[in-house]
């Protein structure tokens, strides 16, 4: 006896939803759960192919040559016919497959992206995600035709590099040659987000997508010159929000050492919100950093890469770059060099001042603040606004000496001197500056037991009652 025969179409669609995978494989491999369900009753496949949602994310990753005219079947019986006209696709993930041929032990490449015909429905695809990493990859991506993609949001390209030279200087001159005609990126009136991955040299720009419109840019991979990172952000400042990029510094030379900065456009990016910049050997080169005006920036985070571990952090070179943002910008994180790295104590007046909204700090380890700049933040002349930090210290008392001074400022200023218990409630609208919500110390395992007895101290104190304090201790030369 069937006892589904009770159930309606829905109640029985909600069961399939929790026996399958949510990834819908293309072609299907032995034991995908919609094939066994599909299987049952014409009813069963009648649901199956009726409920859209349990289709969203496709993947391709075709096995054999032989499945090449199966794969454009089943595609367009599965996802066209019984398509519904408002539904759109998530995710359609183009991915190569490769095999090696007896006698070889090169890898080829068996599926070719669009004469294959992967695409029958790139009508509603929302994301692509390609890699062009062979030739005939290369000539078939130029073979996509323009104007398909019209609903398509996000778009994932990857160049890499080819081991074989020969090989990446052939592709390199075809992707080139190519790219003057190729328009199919060109017109995408809903593409917001896109992550460009570039390691062969080819200018960004050159692939044509409507960089004007984005709001979100991942290029943490592609490694730019200043000129071209310049070239880039400009291309999208109206609308870019949310950017991530690297970018390679060179020395410079004495031809030019005595250019004047405007040699490179002024790039005003006044939407961006939140930034992530990977920088490869920045001292050698500061001349972008006065260039790029970023008004709109509230979070920004600053990955360091060098070849000379003995210049470490230059925390000044970096007062240019914020000098637009001291009144929106809220979290800066300068991201941790190996503790092999330089350590100094530097000065950082000049870059605190600049930053009276700053919420959160993360300082390098290896950087330490100097007394005065410590003095001036525990007395809330510099970073006002300071609510977490982090930061390392040879001794760590400094750092947690800064805490109980800043805490008890603003517990003094609250008005509740005396009191043994912080009023949540109360402490968002008392004076600046604000009580430290969170402090991390990475200090010297020399010092562990002197900073846990001011660690109890302090957190015993009624001004530090709403602090939550992490030390990590660890073994590093003062």
């Not at 006892?3 to 293309?26: E, G, H």
């Amino acid at each position: 006896m069937d006892y589904t025969k009770k159930l309606s179409d829905d109640f029985l669609c909600s069961i399939f939803s929790y026996l399958i995978n949510p990834t819908v494989v293309l072609p299907p491999v032995f034991g995908d759960s919609r094939l066994h369900l599909m299987a049952v009753s014409r009813r069963w496949r009648r649901i199956m192919l009726g409920s859209t949602h349990l289709w969203d994310t496709i993947f391709i990753t075709p096995s054999s040559p032989v499945l090449a005219p199966r794969l454009v079947k089943i595609a367009e019986k599965w996802l066209r016919v019984h398509w519904n006209n408002d539904h759109i696709l998530s995710l359609f993930l183009l991915q190569p497959r490769y095999i090696n041929r007896p006698g070889s032990r090169e890898r080829t490449q068996i599926f070719r992206i669009v004469e294959d015909g992967i695409l029958p429905v790139e009508r509603s695809t929302e994301s692509f995600s390609c890699t062009l990493s062979t030739k005939d990859g290369v000539e078939a991506f130029f073979t996509i035709p323009p104007g398909i993609f019209c609903w398509l949001e996000r778009l994932e390209l990857s160049v890499p590099m080819v081991s074989d030279q020969e090989l990446a200087r052939a592709m390199k001159t075809t992707i080139k040659e190519e790219l003057h005609r190729f328009t199919a990126f060109q017109k995408l009136p809903r593409l917001r987000s896109a992550v460009i991955t570039i390691k062969n040299g080819i200018h960004p720009l050159a692939f044509k997508i409507p960089w004007r419109q984005l709001t979100k840019l991942d290029m943490i991979n592609t490694t730019l010159r200043p000129n071209i990172f310049l070239e880039v952000i400009s291309s999208s400042a109206l609308s870019l929000k949310d950017g991530s990029f690297a970018i390679q510094f060179k020395k410079i030379s004495r031809s030019n050492s005595s250019a004047p900065p405007k040699i490179f456009r002024i790039a005003k990016l006044r939407s961006l919100q939140k930034l992530r910049l990977r920088l490869i050997d920045p001292t050698l080169d500061t001349r972008i950093f006065s260039r790029v005006h970023l008004t709109a920036l509230c979070r920004f985070r600053i990955d360091l890469v060098q070849d000379r571990e003995e210049v470490g952090w230059v925390m000044s070179i970096y007062e240019n770059l914020l000098s637009k943002s001291s009144n929106t910008l809220k979290s800066l994180t300068f991201w941790d060099a190996p503790l092999g790295g330089a350590h100094s104590e530097q000065d950082l007046d000049g870059l605190f001042s600049m930053l009276p909204k700053l919420e959160h700090l993360h300082l390098p380890i290896g950087v330490y603040i100097p007394q005065n700049s410590a003095d001036k933040i525990a007395q809330g002349i510099l970073l006002p606004s300071l609510r977490s930090l982090d930061a390392s210290s040879p001794i760590g008392l400094d750092i947690l000496d800064i805490v109980k001074r800043r805490n008890q400022l603003a517990y003094d200023r609250s008005g509740w001197v005396g009191s043994s218990k912080l009023d949540r409630g109360r402490i968002g609208i008392s004076s600046y500056p604000p009580f430290f919500s969170h402090v991390l110390l990475f200090t010297s395992s020399d010092y562990r037991s002197k900073v846990e007895v001011a660690k109890r101290h302090l957190l015993s104190s009624s001004s530090s009652q709403g602090t939550k304090l992490d030390i990590l201790y660890a073994n590093f030369a003062v």
